[in-house]
């Protein structure tokens, strides 16, 4: 079974009261469940993790390594500043997918760039919750074409 580490940036704790024209009702409780769901039908075990500190996002991402096979990460409002969890995603080498619940290319300019993407597989952007769907399962993907290189 696959191992995945789901970690949610900075304000995503308020997910269902915050901005929720943008980021929808639910919360980041029924979040997680989903997460639990979608991963045991693709064979992945997930585990959550939200913080709004830059350094607990860091401290996890250098620690998947013997933990975990694939990180999905949304970064938050880190995506677009933190060259810091970019460095801490390229030294590790567990492949990342960037999840985004908007689509940041069609909000303001400041969002339209990435510092994580480049170190990352791939990027998911603007499909709600369903964006972390399809996350866990393009990480899934990757681990399964890994393992048959
Ligand atoms: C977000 C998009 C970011 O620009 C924003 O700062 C967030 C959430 C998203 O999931 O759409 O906090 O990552």
Request: some cysteine; aromatic content about 8%; charged content about 20%.
């Amino acid at each position: 079974m696959y191992r995945l580490l789901v970690l949610h940036g900075p304000n995503l704790n308020l997910l269902g009261s915050r901005e929720t024209l943008i980021y929808g009702t639910g919360s980041l409780g029924e979040l997680d469940r989903k997460l639990v769901e979608w991963g045991q039908s693709e064979g992945a075990k997930v585990t959550a993790r939200q913080s709004n500190s830059e350094a607990d996002l860091i401290k996890w991402i250098q620690e998947t390594p013997s933990h975990y096979d694939a990180i999905v990460l949304n970064p938050g409002a880190f995506t677009h500043t933190s060259i810091a969890i970019r460095d801490a995603i390229a030294a590790v080498n567990t492949p990342t997918i960037e999840v985004h619940l908007s689509n940041i290319y069609a909000r303001e300019e400041f969002r339209h760039r990435s510092y994580t993407a480049a170190v990352t597989v791939g990027q998911i952007s603007g499909f709600g919750a369903y964006s972390y769907c399809l996350g866990i399962r393009a990480a899934v993907q990757k681990l399964k074409e890994k393992g048959t290189e």
